[in-house]
């Protein structure tokens, strides 16, 4: 869905717009997937910025049950098999920035926008850019530390790697305003890419008491793919995504987001929405949607859950809440870093 339809009444352009790319390789090297309560924006052409929804003075009772990390995880001859993992405490990260960037990597960071042409499912623009989408175009600013840390990511092609089956809409809090939106982004992604065989990804973080950055680990695309996993979801003590009871018994989901939650990290926003399913939601469809070894990688994330005993690359996804903890665009912000 393009972000606005009615020349007439378009916005001042996106970012995303300065970065563009209008086709996407089905089978990259590597991977960055995104799940749960983050910011995306990008301060310069050829860079993305991602933020972890910390609002660390925040008592609601929904973003305290968020569980910021990231995984790295291979995948060689259709195994998974988890080489990395870094969790933080969300109101009280030990660094404000981590970087992802590619050793022979090629292209930089670019946003796959289609118009409607090619793909349009796995069109960037599926995430809801709330300035875009509920702010008549207009850049906000952010509250200091309402994303920590942050993300640099330096290569990659943004997409929509699944998008609900079922429509939503942006309901005013307090107001009469509606937006519809249609089908939204369930989880985005970066196909990454690189220039010869010997190609690595890297990932490093700083902090106020680091000297630059410190490299935590580095790992070769040689004979297998990696994945790496940034989310910021509901988990259960097992490190799975959080069961919602409710729909196990009646197969019914509450139909709300908690997407409400970004405007807390917003200075003075001047409305605030509420995200609703139009239906029951329901989970997206996995099946020649995604590849064996993103399936596979996403298991081992416990973001999907494997059926047991089932045929391969079948899975159960009834335990969690099927409407997203989806990640919101910020096109017109050069920054989430805050204070102004």
């Known amino acids: ?11 001042p352009p996106s970012r995303w717009e300065n970065s563009r790319v209008s086709r996407l390789n089905s089978d990259p090297r590597a991977m960055l997937i995104c799940d749960g309560l983050l910011g995306m924006c990008s301060p310069e052409p050829g860079k993305c910025e991602i933020g972890f929804l910390s609002l660390y003075d925040s008592t609601d009772p929904k973003l305290n049950e968020h569980k910021p990390e990231i995984m790295v995880i291979a995948v060689e001859n259709g195994k998974p098999e988890t080489l990395f993992r870094l969790q933080w405490q969300r109101k009280a ?12 990597g090629r292209d930089n960071v670019r946003f796959f926008l289609t118009d409607g042409l090619e793909d349009p499912a796995k069109d960037f623009r599926e995430m809801v850019d709330l300035e875009h989408a509920l702010n008549d175009g207009k850049p906000v600013s952010f509250r200091p530390g309402a994303f920590s840390p942050l993300l640099e990511v330096t290569h990659g092609d943004f997409h929509t790697l699944l998008l609900t ?8 809090i307090g107001g009469p305003d509606k ?4 089908h939204l982004a369930y989880m985005t992604a970066a196909n990454l890419h690189f220039a010869s065989e ?3 990804v890297v990932l490093e973080m700083k902090g106020s008491i680091l000297e630059g950055w410190v490299k935590l680990g580095k790992w070769s695309v040689n004979n297998r793919k990696i994945f790496v996993v940034v989310s910021n979801n509901c988990q259960d003590k097992n490190g799975k995504k959080c069961e919602d009871e409710a729909f196990k018994k009646t197969k019914k989901a509450d139909r709300t987001t908690d997407f409400h939650l970004y405007f807390d990290a917003v200075l003075n926003p001047a409305k605030r929405y509420e995200i609703i399913c139009d239906q029951d939601p329901d989970f997206p469809k996995f099946e020649g949607v995604l590849s064996p070894d993103v399936w596979v990688a996403l298991v081992e994330a416990g973001l999907i859950r494997a059926v047991q005993g089932a045929k391969p690359f079948e899975f159960e996804t009834e335990s969690t809440n099927p409407t ?6 910020f096109g017109g912000s050069g920054s989430l870093e805050g204070g102004g």
């Open 198 to 200: 010997n190609g690595s």
């Open 324 to 329: 997203p903890c989806g990640s919101s665009g």
């Open 1 to 11: 869905m393009p972000e606005n339809s009615d020349p007439k009444a378009a916005p």
């Open 179 to 182: 937006k519809p939106l249609g």
């Open 165 to 172: 089956p079922q429509t939503y809409t942006a309901h005013q």
């Open 93 to 104: 990260p030990p660094f404000s920035r981590l970087r992802l960037r590619l050793e022979n």
